[in-house]
């Protein structure tokens, strides 16, 4: 197949799937890391609470940090975007690590289970894509298309998932969701921004 060809099959996939993906998120109670964390005390296990908040905190902002760069990448050139490129890549590199904090949290349910097992599978597309980019293997078009086609329909509603169900099951106040780019905006009826108050 020609890499036109491609290229358009990509762009058409990343233009159908571009209706929102998200279910409407429960009710907040706390918009406020700092807040959630204290509030912690109250849990069984207190430690295990704030490492959860702090886990979904951090992923949080990597997961704005990838959105960050979805959205400006394609209006920079030269330095400025190269620099972005390896911003997003670092930040992206975090998530395992996150990933594998609310997978261990004692208790969690079978769906929070499912969503973390689900997003050890799709998530290596996103710093695939980055690193490519870094190493000039990946067009910025194919990049951005190829995160956005894996990342609109799977990973970022599977992160919320994981963030509600990690926070239940540690007795942590009930985060809002993942945000999405501008090319897959979450909802406005749902709650967004994890613990962030910016919403
Ligand atoms: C998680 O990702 C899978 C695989 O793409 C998808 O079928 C499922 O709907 C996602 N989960 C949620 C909660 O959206």
Do not use: H
């Not at 290229?7 to 409407?24: C, L």
């Not at 706390?30 to 109250?42: F, G, H, S």
């Not at 809002?176 to 709650?191: H, T």
């Amino acid at each position: 197949m020609k890499a036109s060809t491609i290229t358009a099959i990509i762009a058409f996939t990343a233009s159908a799937i571009a209706s929102p993906v998200y279910k409407v998120a429960p009710v907040l109670r706390t918009r406020d890391a700092a807040v959630a964390a204290a509030r912690c005390a109250n849990a069984a296990n207190p430690g295990i609470c704030q490492s959860v908040v702090e886990t979904i905190n951090g992923w949080d902002e990597s997961v704005n940090t990838v959105n960050d760069f979805l959205n400006r990448a394609p209006l920079l050139a030269g330095q400025d975007l190269v620099n972005l490129e390896n911003i997003a890549l670092q930040l992206a590199l975090n998530e395992p690590g996150f990933l594998g904090i609310l997978k261990s949290t004692p208790g969690i349910s079978p769906q929070g289970l499912a969503a973390a097992t689900t997003l050890g599978q799709v998530f290596p597309a996103v710093p695939q894509n980055l690193q490519g980019l870094v190493q000039g293997t990946v067009t910025l078009t194919d990049a951005i298309n190829n995160i956005n086609t894996i990342r609109c329909p799977s990973i970022l509603p599977n992160i919320s998932l994981l963030w509600v169900e990690a926070a239940r099951a540690a007795g942590a106040d009930t985060p809002g969701f993942a945000l999405g780019p501008n090319f897959c905006p979450l909802l406005p009826a749902n709650v967004g921004d994890g613990y962030s108050l910016d919403v």
